[in-house]
C-alpha cells in the first residue's frame, strides 16, 4: 500500500514537473520583473529534497534537469548536475533547520538560488566562449532570487500542506522538528 | 489559531498584490505613459486652445484694420506660391513612386532569394535569464542540419545547434555565448557582434577598426568570414556608439533587426555559405 502510495507521489511529482514548466515557458516569460523570470525548477526541486528525502530530491533533480538541457538547454548537463545538488542538499537543510519557519524556507531559497545560478553561470565562463558581465549578472541574479523569494511567500501554504503529505509516504522515520 | 490564519491570508494578498505592481511597473514602456499624457491632453486642450484663441483676438485686434491693397497684393502672391508648391508635390510623388519600386529591387525577400530556405515556426523558448535559444518545428527529417542558418523576415536570427528528427535548437543571435563577424554596411570594416546579459533586443559591436568611422543608424550585416552564416544577411543597425579612454576598447549597440520576443516564424537556410 506505501509502495502504491510512493509511485503514485511519484507520478504526481513529474506531472507538477510539466506544469511548472509550461508555466515557466510561457506564463512566466511575460509576468517578469524587470524582464526577469523566476527559477521554478530551484523552487520545486528544493521542496522535493527537503520533503521526501535526498534520493528522491537528486534522483529527480538530475533527470529533470537533464530534460530542460535536452530540451532547450545551451549545455547537456548543467541543469542537471545542479538541481541534483539542490535536490541533495534538501535533506541536509532538513536536518539542520525547521521547515516550519517561513524565514528558514525563504532563506534556502535564497541559498538554493544563488547556488543553482551561480553554479551554472560559472560552468557557462568555462565551457563556453561568452564574456563575463559580473554587474549585469548580479542585477539578473538579484532580480529572480527576489522574484523566488515572492513565489515562495505566495504558495507557502501550498508548500506546508502538499509537503507534510509526502512526508507521511516517504519518510518513515519520526524527525523531530528542530527550529533554527 | 484562527488568527494567524487570517494574518497569513492577508500576507498572501499583501504579497501578490506587491508582485503584480512590481511587474507592471518594471514592465510598462514609455507609450504607456503617453497614454495616460494623452487623457490628460484630452482634457486640457480644449480648454487651453479657448484661452489661446481668445488672447490671439484681443492682441491682433489691430491688424484688423490692416491696408486692403496689400492683403490682395499678398492673396496673388500666396496664389502663385500654392500652384508653385503643387507642382512640387507632384514631382515628389513620382519620386516617391520611383523609391518605392527600387525598394521593392532591395527588398528582403529578394536578397535572400539565393538561398534555398525551409519555413519554420517556433514551439520553445529559453526558460532562462542567461541564455537565449529557441526550439523550432523542424528537424533532421526535413533537412536540417547543425550549422545551418536561421533567419526570419527582417534579419538574422541565429544558427541550428542541435537537431532531432523533427525539432531543432536555435542559438539566437542574442545569446551571450553568440558571436557573430560582420560588416558595417556603408564602410565595409569588420566587426564582431555578440549577445549580453543586459539587453535581449541588443548586441554589442566589439573589434571596430580604430580607423573606422562608425555612425548611428548604419546597417550591419554578415560578413560571410567564420563559415557559418552566409554573406550580407541583414543583423541590425546602430543604435549608439560608446567611446572609451582607449580607442580600441570603443563598442557600439546594435539594435537587432529582428523582435526576439515576437519571434514566431523563421526560416532555415539549407545550402551552405560556399554552394
Known sequence: MRDLKKVIAVILLIVSFFIIYFLQSNFFTWFTISKVQPNLFVIFILFVGLFTGKKLGLILGIIFGFYLDVVIGRQIGVSGIMLGIIGLAGEYLDKNFSKESKITIILMIIGSTLIYEIGSYVFSLITLDINIEILSFMKILFIETLYNVIITIIIYPLIQKLGHLLEEIFKTRNILTRYF | ????????????????????????????????????????????????????????????????????????????????????????????????????????????????????????????????????????????????????????????????????????????????????????????????????????????????????????????????????????????????????????????????????????????ITNSVDE
Open chain 2, 1 to 268: 489559531m484562527n488568527r494567524n490564519k487570517k494574518s497569513g491570508i492577508i500576507g498572501i494578498i499583501i504579497t501578490v498584490i506587491i508582485l503584480v505592481i512590481l511587474v507592471v511597473f518594471t514592465n510598462s514602456n514609455v507609450n504607456q505613459v503617453s497614454f495616460v499624457e494623452n487623457i490628460f491632453n484630452v482634457l486640457v486642450m480644449p480648454v487651453q486652445n479657448g484661452f489661446t484663441y481668445l488672447k490671439n483676438k484681443i492682441s491682433g485686434n489691430d491688424s484688423y484694420f490692416a491696408d486692403m491693397d496689400t492683403l490682395k497684393q499678398e492673396n496673388e502672391e500666396l496664389k502663385q506660391k500654392n500652384s508653385e508648391l503643387e507642382q512640387s508635390l507632384r514631382e515628389l510623388e513620382i519620386i516617391k513612386a520611383e523609391n518605392e519600386t527600387l525598394k521593392e529591387y532591395v527588398n528582403l525577400k529578394d536578397k535572400y532569394a539565393d538561398y534555398n530556405t525551409i519555413p519554420a515556426d517556433v514551439i520553445n523558448r529559453d526558460i532562462s535569464n542567461y541564455s537565449s535559444t529557441v526550439v523550432i518545428n523542424v528537424g533532421t527529417d526535413d533537412g536540417i542540419k547543425e550549422g545551418m542558418t536561421v533567419i526570419a523576415d527582417s534579419g538574422l536570427v541565429g544558427h541550428i545547434v542541435s537537431a532531432t528528427s523533427n525539432t531543432a535548437k536555435v542559438q539566437t543571435i542574442v545569446d551571450t555565448a553568440s558571436a557573430v563577424t560582420s560588416t558595417i554596411s556603408t564602410t565595409d570594416d569588420t566587426i564582431v557582434v555578440q549577445g549580453t546579459l543586459d539587453d535581449k533586443t541588443a548586441l554589442k559591436a566589439t573589434f571596430i577598426p580604430t580607423d573606422a568611422v562608425v555612425l548611428q543608424g548604419d546597417s550591419v550585416e554578415t560578413s560571410g568570414i567564420g563559415g557559418i552564416y552566409p554573406k550580407g544577411i541583414h543583423i541590425g543597425t546602430i543604435r549608439e556608439v560608446v567611446n572609451t579612454n582607449n580607442i580600441t576598447d570603443r563598442y557600439a549597440i546594435v539594435d537587432t533587426a529582428v523582435d526576439f520576443t515576437k519571434l514566431n516564424t523563421v526560416l532555415v
